[in-house]
């Protein structure tokens, strides 16, 4: 040939046929034995088309010239005249140097590959028994070995089976195998197969027919005594056998080794004996056996010795296996033995771990497992122990989201291709992803990744790993598994007698009721149904942690009905964290979430963002309201898009006050309850804010298009303007504008806000504006300025104490603001006639303004040591001692209380204590709006509602009275400090 100095073609061919070294490919083909055919071009591009085109000229050369000179030109006529022929054959040398040397060991066995009929093309158990019929001794059975799994290896390089079909055929030939070997240990012993029954049981993939090139082949051994024979000497022949058989597979000859057969995961171990009978096998697994071993045993499958026997075993396992998730901590010991293995990866080998590292098989095949294991109870469609059979099944009856199951089976069997591709070249047991570029170039054309193999491998191993990861996260530590598995056999399936019963137990008020709601939600055959009937038991739990659990299923069914054609509703309960179970919690806590979320079902979606249920800033706020006013074409189109927004966001405020409150065991002394009043305090008050901002931009552009021809400023005061506005709040307001023509500005804002509607009521209140209800509903600067200078009481200075803009022009807001600094930080403080006018209109207050018949006591707003009570008394220190102490300029309550005892105003267990009784107040005003839908003062006298109350406060069933004492109790002390403080007793 010619040099590769001149350029020829022949070597500018083989650089573009694949080949990385034509100098050694050229002298190659110069070989004597490729005389006939090194010409050939069809040869050439048979040889570009393989995994590694140099391997697979090297082990050409070397098979040719293997052959005796009369089997030669047959193989040479076949490889140019038989395409099916010569891929097969070329694409195993050019995959696999283990196979090559083999075929250069034994230059005939390559005829294996000649038949390629369809026939042919699936091979199954009896055909591999049939390949190693003839063997009677380990060497033989190696050789005969090796030529069986020469045809799968070649069927499978060329695409004719796929990776599962791959997988499958490798479990029979190892089966097959096993069956040799324990043929010939019998053969060898004749003894000891007369005097014993064995059955060999695969595990691991050999079990679940999936197995690898090279994997160890795990077994467990059963064995009897034969009749007429001690147990004890037929144990000992038992033995005997399955240890020749492990000899026989396991050992190396001159010929290799097969593969290791590994009876670790027999009962004890390596400690245990080899060989067991049923009985002993059952005593273990129904007294001793751990988790894991039952995650185990999900792939047993009887495949050697006595069919009887192993068939036996199998029946008996079974029901074990399926109640292995009724085990205490059983899904936290599975994913606990998950962590664990990643732990044990050596730090320098993680990164290339295709099997047990972070998005490896194994993140598939535990994440698989477990929901076989807690589903498959009574679910017999899902016990394969096949990984994508069982994928397939999980994602038929709805356990598995259709699109993770195909991203999932996807991946599994791209990293699946992957490890078979590393361990064919040389047969050894690795799953490490090689990192010689030669290596990964191979690895990567063999995947069918031709351009740039290397970086197209990478990306694409990447990418798998990534989708793997994320799902296994998904599922395998999907909140509800854990509930489900806690559910006894008979609650995981709905039937009629067995729900009523559970349904009563639970505490349902009505079962009947309950179980149509659960037929109506469960019955069929649809893929909704099948989820519903995954998710309903758990969720009657949860209901049932309520005080209305009746109450909790049927909204959760309205919800339902209304969600029922939307795809993502069940799938985000039944997959995205802990969706399922804070719907529950915001179902069953009372009417007020529940009915938002009736009138915006959508809204369920931010159960299951782990950021969902964080309160929005209330620049986003008022962004969107503006937003959705802009695009509506009439006001009222303006207000109801407003009023969405707002319907959405109460939702995610009391959602997320009720799983805070709910969904926690903490007493509630251990809750951090101020920082609970405070967030939703925020949250309505910043929503009030961007809702009357949406209802002015409406009013202003109905008559006067974009911009009003004057400045406008809407002042919060009381609970609105201290950001304390409770869910049944109403918004306090004052009204600032320098021109007349806002009079029509608040009239249609307040008719637009005052349409009939099903959202909770947001009732704009000016009464506090000088002169109350006889003075005008709007001023200007100008006419605030001369009230305050000439009529303003004290009582009004101090309700300015909470003023502050919330919607309409800042700049004329904050003038305001500035307007009203002094008179309620008044210079050098209050006179001592201004205190007493203070107090005395507190004390007219207490007499007159509490509702004949109220408890004093339990009125959380106007009773002993109440709302009012600590915000007159927090109000009277600000009003004294502001003009000095900057820090009690503020309009909230709290913040003002906590500057007062860094002032050294007042001591820190007095100011705890106001503090402590002023959150429990707020919490409990709270609680009765989420409670019973509307607003109230005290506590309810309907025993359920009451104890929804209670449970939002942290007081389980039955702790309903010490409630009601520890109310007493902490607003008693309140009051002790208010009457020192305030009054000055």
């Known amino acids: 040939m010619t040099v590769p100095g001149r350029r020829s073609s022949t070597f500018i061919r083989l650089l573009r046929s694949g080949f990385t070294d034509p100098t050694a490919a050229s002298r190659l083909l110069d070989a004597d034995a490729l005389a006939a055919v090194r010409t050939d071009p069809v040869l050439l591009d048979a040889l570009g088309a393989t995994a590694d085109p140099d391997l697979a000229l090297l082990g050409l050369v070397r098979l040719a010239e293997a052959q005796a000179p009369e089997d030669l030109p047959l193989l040479l006529d076949t490889l140019v005249a038989a395409k099916p022929l010569r891929d097969r054959l070329l694409g195993v040398l050019g995959a696999s140097e283990a196979l090559a040397d083999h075929l250069a060991r034994h230059p005939r066995d390559w005829q294996a590959l000649v038949t390629y009929e369809a026939a042919d093309l699936h091979p199954g158990l009896p055909e591999f028994e049939a390949g190693l019929a003839d063997a009677h001794d380990p060497v033989a059975l190696r050789i005969a070995y090796r030529r069986c799994l020469l045809s799968i290896a070649a069927r499978d390089v060329c695409a004719t089976i796929d990776v599962a079909q ?16 324990l043929r010939i240990a019998s053969a060898a012993a004749p003894q000891d197969a007369a005097a014993c029954r064995l059955a060999v049981i695969a595990m691991g993939k050999c079990g679940g027919n999936e197995l690898n090139y090279v994997s160890d082949v795990d077994v467990i051994f059963v064995g009897e005594a034969a009749p007429g024979t001690d147990e004890g000497k037929g144990i000992q022949a038992a033995t005997r056998l399955a240890s020749h058989l492990m000899r026989i597979c396991s050992e190396t000859t001159v010929e290799g080794s097969i593969w290791p057969v590994d009876a670790n ?7 245990g004996p080899l060989v067991r009978t049923l009985a002993s096998h059952m005593a273990y697994y129904q007294r001793w056996a751990k988790t894991w071993e039952f995650q185990a045993l999900l792939k047993a499958r009887a495949v050697a010795g006595d069919p009887e026997l192993g068939a036996q075993y199998i029946e008996a396992i079974t029901p074990l296996v399926w109640q292995a998730a009724e085990r205490e901590n059983f899904v936290a010991d599975v994913q606990k033995m998950r962590r664990r293995v990643v732990d044990n990866i050596p730090a320098s080998q993680i990164d290339r771990e295709l099997k047990l590292g972070p998005g490896g098989l194994r993140d598939v095949e535990f994440a698989v497992q477990l929901l076989q294991l807690v589903h498959g109870r009574t679910d017999t469609s899902l016990r394969s122990g096949t990984t994508l059979d069982a994928l397939h099944a999980l994602a038929a009856g709805g356990y598995v989201g259709r699109a993770d199951a195909a991203q999932l089976h996807d991946a599994y069997r791209f990293l699946r291709a992957m490890e078979h591709r590393i361990q064919l070249y040389r047969l050894r047991r690795t799953h490490l992803v090689p990192e010689d570029e030669a290596d990964l170039r191979r690895l990567g054309r063999s995947m069918g990744l031709r351009t740039e193999p290397v970086a197209g491998l990478n990306k694409a191993w990447r990418r798998h790993a990534s989708v793997v990861r994320r799902l296994h996260e998904k599922l395998f530590y999907r909140p509800l598994l854990d509930a489900v598995a806690q559910l006894a056999p008979g609650e995981t399936r709905l039937s009629p007698a067995a729900a009523g019963q559970r349904l009563e137990a639970l505490g349902y008020a009505d079962p009947a009721s309950a179980l149509r709601h659960l037929e109506a939600l469960a019955s069929g055959v649809s ?3 099948a989820i519903q009937r995954t998710l309903l038991p758990v969720l009657l739990g949860w209901f049932a942690d309520s005080a209305d659990p009746d109450a909790g299923l049927l909204n959760f069914r309205k919800v339902s009905d209304a969600l029922g054609k939307t795809p993502w509703y069940l799938r985000l309960l039944r997959d995205e964290g802990a969706a399922a179970e804070n719907l529950a919690r915001v179902l069953s806590a009372g009417r007020l979430a529940p009915d938002l979320l009736m009138r915006a079902p959508e809204a369920v979606a931010l159960l299951g963002d782990p950021e969902g249920l964080q309160p929005r800033t209330a620049e986003a706020l008022e962004q969107e309201v503006l937003a959705a006013v802009g695009r509506a074409e009439s006001g009222e189109a303006a207000v109801a898009a407003a009023r969405g927004v707002r319907r959405r966001e109460l939702f995610r405020t009391a959602a997320a006050d009720i799983i805070a409150s709910y969904g926690t065991e903490d007493s509630p002394a251990e809750k951090d309850c101020g920082a609970l009043v405070d967030r939703v305090g925020d949250a309505v008050s910043e929503l009030t804010a961007a809702t009357v901002a949406g209802a002015l931009r409406a009013a202003v552009r109905d008559h006067w298009g974009e911009t009003l021809p004057t400045r406008f400023a809407v002042i919060g005061v009381g609970r609105f303007g201290g ?5 049944g709040s109403d918004a306090d307001v004052l009204f600032v504008h320098a021109a007349k023509v806002a009079q ?9 806000l005052q349409l009939p509607t099903a959202d909770p009521p947001l009732l704009i209140d000016a009464d506090l504006r000088p002169e109350g209800r006889s003075g005008p509903l709007v001023r200007t600067l100008s006419s605030y300025a001369a009230y305050y200078r000439r009529w303003s009481l004290t009582w009004e200075s101090q309700a300015l104490l909470r003023a502050e803009p919330v919607a309409g022009d800042a700049d004329l807001g904050r003038t305001f603001i500035d307007l009203i600094d002094p008179l309620r930080y008044p210079a050098e403080g209050l006179g001592e006639d201004a205190v007493r006018e203070i107090r005395r209109l507190k004390a007219r207050m207490e007499a ?3 509702p004949r018949g109220a408890d004093p006591t339990l009125h959380t707003k106007l009773g002993r040591g109440g709302l009012s009570d600590v915000e007159w008394t ?22 003002a209380l906590a500057a007062a005892h860094a002032a050294g105003l007042i001591p820190a267990e007095e100011a705890q204590i106001l503090d402590e009784a002023w959150v429990l107040a707020t919490r409990v005003r709270n609680a009765v709006m989420l409670v019973r839908g509307r607003a109230g003062d005290t506590f309810p006298t309907d025993a359920r509602e009451l104890a929804a109350v209670g449970r939002y406060l942290g007081y389980p069933e039955g702790r309903i009275g010490e409630m009601l004492d520890d109310y007493r109790r902490t607003t008693r002390r309140a009051r002790a400090v208010v009457d020192d403080l305030f009054y000055g007793a």
Request: net charge positive.
């Open 848 to 850: 007159e303004r509490l």
């Open 166 to 181: 791959t997988a499958a055929e490798l479990a029979d030939l190892a089966t097959a195998t096993l069956r040799a070997a």
């Open 744 to 752: 029509t500005v608040i009239a249609e804002m307040r008719r637009l």
């Open 874 to 895: 927090v109000q009277l220190l600000q009003m004294r001692h502001a003009w000095a102490e900057p820090g009690l300029r503020t309009t909230r309550t709290r913040q």
């Open 527 to 529: 893929r909704k149904a």
């Open 723 to 727: 950001h304390e506005l409770g869910y």
């Open 265 to 271: 995961l027999r009962p004890e171990g390596r400690n």
